[in-house]
């Protein structure tokens, strides 16, 4: 087995070890910042009045957390596209000036 192979598997089982702990050991009612920070504001001034109100309330907390994966998804998808098109654009480049007979350093 080459050390990248050995590299590999190790961050592999680190990432296993970041999912599965918290899974197994980590015990409690966990709930978002806006809802803590929602609490908070009605414990410290219970008179207090929200100036908006939400466009949209999801049914349930499962089509709320569909819809945050949804976004996010959205969101990285959208930067992997746009540093895979200056990847492309790079290599591209670099190959035009290598069959040009360019003298340019590959960085």
């Given at each position: 087995?080459?050390?990248?192979?050995?590299?590999?598997?190790?961050?592999?089982?680190?990432?296993?070890?970041?999912?599965?702990?918290?899974?197994?050991?980590?015990k409690g009612d966990f709930e978002g910042?806006?809802?803590?920070?929602?609490?908070?504001?009605?414990?410290?001034?219970?008179?207090y009045k929200a100036w908006v109100e939400?466009?949209?309330?999801?049914?349930?907390?499962?089509?709320?957390?569909?819809?945050?994966?949804?976004?996010?998804?959205?969101?990285?998808?959208?930067?992997?596209?746009?540093?895979?098109?200056?990847?492309?654009?790079?290599?591209?480049?670099?190959?035009?000036?290598?069959?040009?007979?360019?003298?340019?350093?590959e960085s």
């Amino acid at each position: 087995m080459t050390q990248r192979q050995k590299t590999n598997w190790l961050l592999l089982g680190g990432a296993a070890l970041l999912v599965a702990w918290p899974l197994l050991f980590v015990k409690g009612d966990f709930e978002g910042a806006d809802a803590q920070a929602g609490e908070l504001v009605k414990e410290l001034s219970p008179n207090y009045k929200a100036w908006v109100e939400p466009v949209f309330e999801p049914a349930s907390s499962e089509i709320e957390s569909l819809l945050f994966a949804l976004q996010a998804t959205l969101g990285a998808g959208t930067i992997g596209f746009i540093f895979g098109g200056y990847h492309e654009r790079r290599r591209q480049q670099r190959q035009t000036s290598v069959t040009s007979g360019g003298n340019e350093l590959e960085s």
